[in-house]
Nanobody, 123 residues
Framework: QVQLVESGGGLVQAGGSLRLSCAAS????????MGWFRQAPGKEREFVAT????????YYADSVKGRFIISRDNAKNTVYLQMNSLKPEDTAVYYC????????????????WGQGTQVTVSS
């Protein structure tokens, strides 16, 4: 069982940066792939980025590639999402999620989810 708590969201102007954190409970954090997803009002939850348990595999959505960076610190049970050059279309609730035996973009394959943190980018 893994419990996830996101933090770091807020209001930022276009072109600015934010760093999201996701703290996980449980001693087996290092065995999970970790992903970030987001959901804007009226839209489906979409994949943003994911990182394998070792950090050796990382994938990004095309919409954030080159602007966002996912990383993890297994000693701190934490995964991060550094978001740079933010755009108004990045406005959404951002969720972190954990998956066993899977590193990919399919949100249905993620077993555990946090409660989400709001990111708002003003133009």
């Amino acid at each position: 069982q893994v419990q996830l708590v996101e933090s770091g969201g807020g209001l930022v102007q276009a072109g600015g940066s934010l760093r999201l954190s996701c703290a996980a409970s449980g001693r087996t954090f290092g065995s999970y792939a970790m992903g970030w997803f987001r959901q804007a009002p009226g839209k489906e939850r979409e994949f943003v980025a994911t990182i394998s348990w070792s950090g050796g595999m990382i994938y990004y959505a095309d919409s954030v590639k080159g602007r966002f960076i996912i990383s993890r610190d297994n000693a701190k049970n934490t995964v991060y999402l550094q978001m740079n050059s933010l755009k108004p279309e990045d406005t959404a609730v951002y969720y972190c999620a954990a998956a066993t035996l899977y590193t990919g973009t399919d949100r249905m394959r993620y077993n555990y989810w946090g409660q989400g943190t709001q990111v708002t980018v003003s133009s």
